[in-house]
C-alpha cells in the first residue's frame, strides 16, 4: 500500500457509498494493526451511544409572537412557562431528525409547531412540561416518528 497523507487526498463529500472503507488503526493490545471496515458496517455496528455535542437551541415563548425554530439544530428546547407559543419550522435536508423539548417549569401553555410540511397533520402540540416529540424529514415532509405526551391537529 502507498504511503498516502489523509489531509492530501480529495474530499469523498456525500458520495459515500455502503461499501466504501475508512482506515482503520486496530490498537486492542498496544501493538497498532492496520484493518479496514466498510462504512455499512460502521453504522450497523456502532459500539457505544449516539451523542450530539450541538448546543440546544432555547425558546422562551410570552404569547406574543410566532417563534422561529433553527432548522439545523437538532433539539429545540421550548419554555413555555410565561405564556402560549406559535412556532414555525422550515424544511429540513432528507434524513434529518429534530427533536423539541417542552421545558417549561409551571403551567399547561400550548406550544404550537407549525411545520411547513407536516406529514399527515398541521400543528404539533405541546402543553406540560417534559413533553416532547421527535420528527424525521424524509420526501419534502416533516414525520413523526416519537415523542411523550404531544397531540397533534
Not at 466498510?38 to 437551541?57: H, K, M, R, T, Y
Not at 399527515?120 to 416532547?132: K, P
Request: glycine content about 10%; overall charge negative.
Amino acid at each position: 500500500m502507498a504511503d498516502k497523507k489523509i489531509t492530501a487526498l480529495s474530499n469523498l463529500g456525500d458520495g459515500i457509498a455502503a461499501a466504501d472503507l475508512f482506515h482503520v488503526v486496530d490498537d486492542p493490545t498496544g501493538t497498532p494493526i492496520n484493518k479496514k471496515i466498510a462504512a455499512e458496517d460502521v453504522f450497523n455496528n456502532i459500539p457505544s451511544f449516539l451523542g450530539l455535542a450541538q448546543a440546544s437551541q432555547s425558546l422562551t415563548s410570552d404569547g406574543s409572537t410566532t417563534l422561529v425554530a433553527d432548522v439545523t439544530s437538532a433539539i429545540t428546547e421550548v419554555n413555555g412557562t410565561a405564556g402560549t407559543a406559535t412556532i414555525t419550522l422550515a424544511d429540513g435536508s432528507d434524513g434529518q431528525v429534530k427533536t423539541f423539548i417542552n421545558t417549561s417549569s409551571s403551567g399547561t401553555h400550548i406550544q404550537t409547531i407549525t411545520p411547513s410540511n407536516l406529514r399527515g397533520y398541521t400543528n404539533i402540540l405541546l402543553n406540560a412540561q417534559g413533553e416532547t416529540v421527535t420528527c424525521l424529514f424524509k420526501n419534502s415532509n416533516w414525520n413523526i416518528i416519537a415523542g411523550n405526551g404531544y397531540t397533534t391537529s
